[in-house]
């Protein structure tokens, strides 16, 4: 079993960034694909980003392509979203989420473990 802690959260104006960052428990995350997730009030929980478990693959939803950066640093069991150009339908709960077995997908239900969320909120 693996812990995750996302943070970074908070509240923005539309067009400012902000940096989540998600630290994992355990020696196996650098065999983990990772993933960021969100799920807005009243909607399903939906894929934003992943990173393959050597950082060398990254994949983005077309909502956020251009946008976001995802990356992470294995000696800190750490993976990052960088969000910037923010805009007011970005705003949701931002989840952590990783895959055991190292399979790098965008499929909400392929993912194992999941942090508790942190909430981003962008203003109008």
């Known amino acids: 079993q693996v812990q995750l802690v996302e943070s970074g959260g908070g509240l923005v104006q539309a067009g400012g960034s902000l940096r989540l960052s998600c630290v994992a428990s355990?020696?196996?995350?650098?065999?983990?694909?990772m993933g960021w997730l969100r799920q807005a009030p009243g909607k399903e929980r939906e894929f934003v980003a992943a990173?393959?478990?050597?950082?060398?693959?990254?994949y983005y939803a077309d909502s956020v392509k251009g946008r976001f950066t995802i990356s992470r640093d294995n000696a800190k069991n750490t993976v990052y979203l960088q969000m910037n150009s923010l805009k007011p339908e970005d705003t949701a709960v931002y989840y952590c989420?990783?895959?055991?077995?190292?399979?790098?997908?965008?499929?909400?239900?392929?993912?194992?473990?999941w942090g508790q969320g942190t909430q981003v909120t962008v203003s109008s």
């Open positions: 355990g020696r196996a995350f650098r065999s983990y694909a």
């Open positions: 990173i393959s478990w050597s950082g060398g693959s990254t």
């Open positions: 989420a990783a895959n055991r077995f190292g399979v790098f997908t965008s499929v909400t239900s392929e993912y194992d473990y």
